[in-house]
């Protein structure tokens, strides 16, 4: 199947935790950082995340960033990426904040184990799509964007349990990380693809494109160790 460029983008600290235990909400990075992460986000024909970062960092999903939206438009793309939240419970709080902005539309990937009040209220606000299985298939949902929504290029920010899945079927191509300079520790706090004790099929090798450090954070970007599928892509 078809399926746009994946990009990941997180934050992690220097043991490699991407959250506390306690699954607060992000945000032990510098300014220079958040701006950074609206610089990635803004290449993206969509964003994706999972309920969980959604509803924790009452996310928006927009690009607070006048210069970044005018730099998207000369591209030819929409002036906001398409808002793309997947959850297989489908248990989303409809006050959450990303329904309180209308800039871009939202695609909603669950199941049927979606309470049907909720399924109502989602479709008045959003594009709802389900599946009958218990668990949605992150492989169509990327073969959904790219071909009914025209999605070429998608960025995903979280949480670590949709990091796992697309890991799990080898479809990171590219992957920017923020390391901070700070420990959390605990063994119940996730790393980058969550809590689990469980291996991916197989190891995801990839190459490091750039390097770059800014105070006391490093920046560094990879490229998936595969065939090349488009030009890296580049910050500035």
């Known amino acids: 199947m078809q399926r746009p460029r994946v990009i990941l983008n997180f934050a992690m ?15 032990f990075t510098s300014p220079f950082d958040k701006h950074r992460l ?5 290449l993206g024909d969509a ?27 000369r591209r030819g793309q929409s002036e906001y990426p398409i808002r793309v939240v997947v959850s297989n419970s489908g ?8 329904f309180k902005h209308r800039f871009s539309p939202i695609v909603i990937y669950s199941t049927t184990r979606m309470p049907e ?56 191509d590219e992957l920017f990380l923020t390391i901070a300079p700070i420990l959390f520790g605990g063994t119940g706090a996730p790393g980058l693809l969550g809590a689990s004790e469980t291996f991916l099929p197989s190891s995801r090798m990839y190459r490091l494109e750039s390097m770059k450090v800014e105070g006391d954070e490093c920046y560094v970007h990879y490229i998936a160790d595969r065939a090349p599928c488009t030009t890296p892509t580049r910050l500035s």
Request: hydrophobic content about 35%; aromatic content about 2%; some cysteine.
């Open 117 to 172: 009040n909720n399924q109502t209220k989602v479709r008045a606000r959003a594009e709802l799509h389900l599946s009958t299985q218990a668990h949605l298939s992150i492989n169509e949902a990327l073969n959904d964007l790219y071909e009914t929504y025209q999605v070429r290029t998608l960025v995903c920010e979280g949480g670590p349990q949709l990091a796992k899945a697309l890991a799990e079927l080898d479809v990171i």
């Open 13 to 27: 600290t220097l043991d490699g935790k991407v959250s506390t235990v306690r699954r607060t909400p992000s945000g």
């Open 91 to 98: 248990d989303l709080d409809m006050n959450s904040n990303i």
């Open 47 to 73: 964003l994706m995340v999972g309920r969980n970062t959604l509803q924790i960092d009452q996310m928006s999903m927009g690009l607070p960033d006048d210069g970044l939206r005018q730099a998207r438009v």
């Open 38 to 42: 609206l610089e990635i986000r803004s």
